[in-house]
């Protein structure tokens, strides 16, 4: 295993995660949207679909993409309950997948 791989556990896991939040985003809305009885559960469904994307470790740099454009589009900061954890997830994330300085001149 080396530094750009994830536990075997995780491996995988993106396409996953990516459907679960697309629907679970889709159905929160519409929810909201005809007034649904259950947007309240929608809403928690999107929640978990939101936390597991942004706690999830990135398998590639199309990853850490998604979880910048999410953190955009949902304005996740630090009012968010783990906005701090998701953001050093981030940072994580990024100097595991990009290569460093020295690695990128071939060093």
């Known amino acids: 295993m080396n530094k750009h791989d994830l536990p075997a556990k995780l491996s995988?896991?993106?396409?996953k995660l990516k459907h679960n939040y697309t629907?679970?985003?889709?159905?929160m809305h519409l929810a909201y949207a005809n007034q649904d009885d259950d947007r309240e559960d929608r809403c928690d469904a999107h929640t978990e679909a939101l936390d597991a994307i942004l706690l999830t470790p990135a398998e590639c740099m199309a990853?850490?993409?998604?979880?910048?454009?999410?953190?955009?589009?949902?304005?996740?900061?630090d009012s968010w309950w783990c906005g701090r954890e998701a953001l050093a997830l981030l940072a994580i994330d990024a100097r595991r997948l990009l290569p460093t300085l020295r690695e990128g001149?071939?060093?």
């Open 12 to 15: 995988g896991i993106w396409p």
């Open 23 to 27: 629907v679970a985003a889709a159905a």
């Open 63 to 77: 990853d850490v993409r998604l979880k910048i454009e999410i953190m955009d589009r949902e304005e996740i900061d």
């Open 105 to 107: 001149r071939g060093s």
